[in-house]
C-alpha cells in the first residue's frame, strides 16, 4: 500500500512549527498542535525506518539492519517523551478517568483492566487474534508507547537479528502472550503533563535521528 500524502509535508510541517514555537509560549491550541504534529513527524520518521530495515533485511546487511532497529526503537521513546508533555496524549490520563467511575476498589480494578484492553488487545485471546481486534485502537500515547509497543517491536528486531538469513519472523511472534500482562497490571501512571510543550518539542526535535 503506498502513502496517499508525502511524509516529508509531515516531516517539514513539524519543523516549521518547532521553529516558530518560541513565539507562542502559552497558547494552549497551538502546543496541543505542536505536540500533535511532532506526534505524526515522528511516526512518519519511524515508517521510513521501517522501510530501511525492510531493506536491509532483504539485502542481508546486518550492519545496516542494527542501525536502523536502533533509531527506530529511539523513535518510539522519544515519542513516548514528547506525549507526555500533553494530558490529551496520555495512557495515565485514560486509566485514571476510567478508575474514577468505579465506587470501589475491586470496580475500579476491573474499570482499569477495561481501560487497557480497549486500547490494546481489545479483550481476550479469542476477540484479539480469531476476532481480528488486535490493535483496533492502536493509541500514540506516552507510557503505551515506552511499556506496551516498545517491547513487540524490539522482540521483532531481535528476532531479526538472531537469524538475519532466516525468515521474517512477524508472523511467527505470540504477540497476544508479549501483550497481555500489561492490560493485567495496576502500574500507576502519570496523568497530568510531565514536562512542558515547547521545551520539550524543541528538545526532542533536536535528537530525532536522520
Known amino acids: 500500500m503506498s502513502d496517499y500524502y508525502d511524509p516529508a509535508d509531515v516531516i517539514l510541517a513539524a519543523d516549521l512549527m518547532v521553529q516558530a514555537a518560541p ?4 497558547c494552549d491550541n497551538f502546543e496541543y498542535d505542536l505536540v500533535d504534529i511532532l506526534r505524526q513527524a515522528i511516526a512518519e520518521k519511524g515508517r521510513l525506518t521501517y522501510k530501511a530495515i ?3 533485511y532483504t539485502s542481508r546487511d546486518t550492519a545496516a539492519l ?4 536502533e533509531n527506530f526503537l529511539t523513535l518510539i521513546l522519544l515519542q513516548d517523551s514528547l ?3 500533553r494530558r490529551e496524549f496520555m495512557v495515565g490520563n485514560w486509566i485514571a478517568q476510567a478508575r474514577a467511575l468505579g465506587e470501589d476498589e475491586a470496580m475500579k480494578d476491573w474499570l482499569e483492566w477495561n481501560a487497557r484492553v480497549q486500547i490494546t488487545t481489545w479483550g481476550n485471546r479469542t476477540a484479539s487474534d480469531t476476532g481480528g481486534l488486535h490493535d483496533y485502537a492502536h493509541k500514540e500515547w506516552s507510557g503505551l508507547l515506552a511499556d506496551f509497543y516498545y517491547l513487540r517491536w524490539k522482540i521483532w528486531l531481535d528476532r531479526l537479528l538472531a537469524d538475519p538469513t532466516g525468515p521474517d519472523p512477524a508472523l511467527s511472534i ?3 502472550s508479549l501483550e497481555e500482562p500489561w492490560t493485567l497490571r495496576k502500574n500507576t501512571y502519570p496523568s497530568k503533563p510531565t514536562s512542558s510543550p515547547i ?3 524543541i528538545r526532542i526535535w533536536s535528537t530525532i535521528p536522520e
Not at 23 to 26: I, P
Not at 66 to 69: F, I, K, L, P, W
Request: no cysteine.
Open 23 to 26: 513565539d507562542f509560549a502559552g
Open 54 to 56: 525492510q531493506q536491509a
Open 66 to 69: 542494527r542501525s536502523h532497529g
Open 83 to 85: 506525549l507526555s508533555s
Open 174 to 176: 505470540d504477540y497476544y
Open 199 to 201: 521545551p520539550t518539542a
